[in-house]
């Protein structure tokens, strides 16, 4: 049965180009996990570069990231040394060689038709609950930029316990729930909430 949001992530034990991984030994520690199509493709290539590119921002958010496709080790190993070679760009993450599609069908990120894995994203959290999922078509390359803004909203919603507005970027106020009481709803006014169902709140 696929993953859904909101739900323990699946566990699983793989080979990647980091040696062998287990991702229940992750518990604790945010993890992106992301599928792309095929090793040796153009905008697969350009989403390495830019993954490796924010590598360190992802580091600095406590965050590990996880490749994955059902290409080969030795495919995997060649893509990345012809990327370091050509382009100078080290991939410092490990890639997944899920050649048996056992990840793939677990997350549920395998075109059966194709037989290759959808290009797709999952943010799982500390307690290994996948928390946002998002697939891409082919011909769409991913934005690190959008990435990077919904972790940091995650953990600001998982330190302070708050919501994010529409166009949330850090720094800016959090949301607090609705009330489930007409008598909360009634104290909201008395607070001089904007509204009694929307409370922004200094974070």
């Not at 993953?3 to 520690?29: C, E, H, I, R």
């Not at 395998?110 to 999952?122: H, S, Y």
């Not at 928390?131 to 302070?160: C, L, S, T």
Request: glycine share 6%; proline share 5%; with cysteine.
């Amino acid at each position: 049965m696929p993953v859904y949001l909101g739900q323990k992530a699946p566990d699983f034990t793989v080979n990647t180009t980091k040696g062998p991984l287990v991702f229940s030994t992750l518990k604790g520690k945010w993890v992106l996990l992301f599928s792309h199509p095929a090793d040796f493709t153009p905008v697969c290539t350009t989403e390495f570069m830019a993954f490796s590119n924010r590598y360190e921002d992802f580091r600095k958010l406590g965050v590990e990231l996880i490749g994955l496709s059902v290409d080969s080790i030795y495919s995997h190993i060649a893509w990345l040394r012809d990327i370091k070679e050509h382009y100078g760009i080290e991939v410092p993450f490990p890639v997944i060689a899920d050649i048996d599609k056992e990840v793939a069908r677990a997350y549920n990120l395998i075109d059966e038709k194709a037989g290759l894995t959808v290009r797709g994203v999952f943010i799982i959290d500390p307690n290994q609950v996948v928390r946002w999922m998002i697939y891409y078509p082919a011909e769409v390359g991913r934005n690190i930029d959008e990435i990077v803004r919904v972790i940091k909203a995650f953990q600001f919603n998982w330190d302070k316990k708050l919501a994010t507005p529409a166009n949330w970027e850090e720094g800016q106020e959090g949301i607090q729930g609705a009330p489930v009481t007409l008598e909360d709803s009634e104290k909201r006014d008395a607070e001089g909430a904007e509204r009694w169902y929307l409370k922004r709140v200094k974070g």
